[in-house]
């Protein structure tokens, strides 16, 4: 083979002082002959395995592990293999599974505690007219200088700035300050920035601002009647009602679909008992703790949603592995069944349902949708990601509908109440 294939290579390369298919095979083992050998090696190598785990019928979890025991020229290769084999796994008659759907109703008072909620996104504030103090909730329109030991410091100055206070906008302390003053007032705020502050020249230093307090101003009830609905791009007030409604409902089955798909979950994995493949578990737990430690390095970039860390609060390194390796198990076995319950029973993720998948997540970045579809359309490892949650979807589906399922009215504030509040977490 080493031979067939360098005389291959000898038609083509291009050596100083050789025409083409003219090199001597001297010189083409001496320049190429390692790699060639090293490259007729691994064909070997995966030609002869293949055909052992299929010989076998065995389905490898992972990529075997070969090494090379005996090579010799003129003589048969030898090499040991190891590897993880998926387990055999029988699922269980759904028929038999009984699952509850929580559902929550929408009152019209919850509908209307939406709206005020609405409205008070939307609340403006006018000039006090009558004499009084500042207080919390009241918006001031201030200048502002800083200084450190008398020195002025870079963004430490601003104008016409309108503060909310209460709202925590400003260093600790700072708002505080200036609860109580009225308009035209000159106040001197003594703070200290937070050890952890971003500019590491401030960190730690006691700054005097002086502020001038220009305004100040209280917020006003939004009238909630038909002009505001206008506001919100309805024709009346009945309309955004309505419009309301919808997005609550959409959000009520969001929750009520995660909280049903994690009761059948709870239960598969209770069912279903087999091996698995340590290097799987390994694996996931590294993309875990990976996850984990990026969080902890930058928490502001973390994702808030991502369902890892929320109770991490407190615990040690030791303690957090061996929760997410608990994890990592679950993740394991759910995908496995998850998978031999889609393949056996036919579930595909069509064209289609990949489409408008990559449409939904190229929404997510308006202006750069084309850039979205053209890095997943050239990362088959992010076409992937894409059709991976869909095909869950699919086989939770599958499941279901042999399933029994009843139905169990609940509060909103019950449907949406995390389910591990009061036990241990685990994951889907």
Do not use: C
């Not at 005020?116 to 909730?137: D, F, N, V, W």
């Not at 906008?169 to 003053?181: D, H, M, T, Y």
């Not at 939770?396 to 949406?416: H, R, W």
């Amino acid at each position: 083979k080493v031979t067939t294939r360098l005389g291959e290579l000898r038609r083509t390369v291009q050596i100083p002082g050789f025409r083409p298919g003219k090199v001597p095979e001297s010189l083409m083992r001496q320049k190429y002959g390692d790699a060639v050998m090293g490259e007729v090696l691994e064909a070997a190598v995966t030609d002869s395995s293949q055909a052992a785990m299929t010989e076998r019928s065995l389905r490898p979890a992972m990529q075997p592990k070969i090494e090379i025991t005996s090579f010799e020229v003129g003589k048969d290769l030898e090499y040991t293999m190891a590897l993880e084999v998926m387990p055999e796994i029988t699922p269980m008659d759904f028929s038999t599974l009984k699952v509850e759907r929580l559902v929550a109703k929408i009152g019209d008072d919850e509908l209307d505690q939406s709206l005020t909620r609405l409205a008070e996104q939307y609340r403006q504030s006018e000039p006090i007219k009558r004499a009084r103090k500042s207080r919390k909730g009241d918006v001031v329109v201030i200048d502002f200088k800083g200084s450190i030991d008398g020195v002025e410091f870079e963004g430490g100055a601003g104008q016409d700035h309108n503060l909310h206070l209460g709202e925590g906008q400003f260093i600790p302390g700072f708002e505080k300050q200036l609860i109580g003053a009225k308009a035209g007032e000159k106040v001197a705020v003594t703070v200290t920035f937070p050890e952890d502050y971003g500019s590491a020249e401030l960190a730690g230093k006691e700054a005097v601002f002086d502020v001038d307090v220009k305004e100040t101003r209280e917020m006003v009830d939004t009238v909630i009647d038909d002009e505001f609905a206008k506001t919100m791009g309805q024709e009346n007030l009945e309309s955004l009602r309505t419009a309301i409604r919808g997005r609550m409902e959409a959000e009520y089955g969001g929750f009520s679909r995660e909280r049903l798909k994690r009761a059948l979950l709870d239960q598969l994995e209770k069912e279903h008992e087999f091996t698995l493949p340590e290097g799987m578990v390994d694996s996931e737990f590294d993309a875990i703790w990976e996850q984990h430690e990026q969080a902890k390095a930058n928490p502001e970039a973390s994702d808030a949603d991502s369902g890892e860390g929320d109770d991490d609060s407190g615990k040690s390194d030791d303690e957090l592995k061996e929760d997410y390796r608990k994890i990592a198990r679950r993740r394991v076995q759910l995908g496995l069944l998850l998978t031999e319950v889609g393949a056996k029973n036919n579930v595909e993720v069509s064209a289609e349902d990949v489409n408008r998948a990559l449409v939904q997540e190229a929404q997510k970045y308006p202006g750069h949708e084309k850039q979205v579809f053209e890095m997943y359309q050239s990362n088959p490892q992010a076409m992937a990601s894409l059709r991976a949650p869909i095909f869950e979807e699919k086989v939770v589906d599958f499941i279901l509908e042999m399933a029994t399922v009843t139905e169990q009215e609940v509060t909103p504030e019950e449907l949406m109440s995390d389910p591990d509040a009061d036990g241990d977490k685990s994951s889907d």
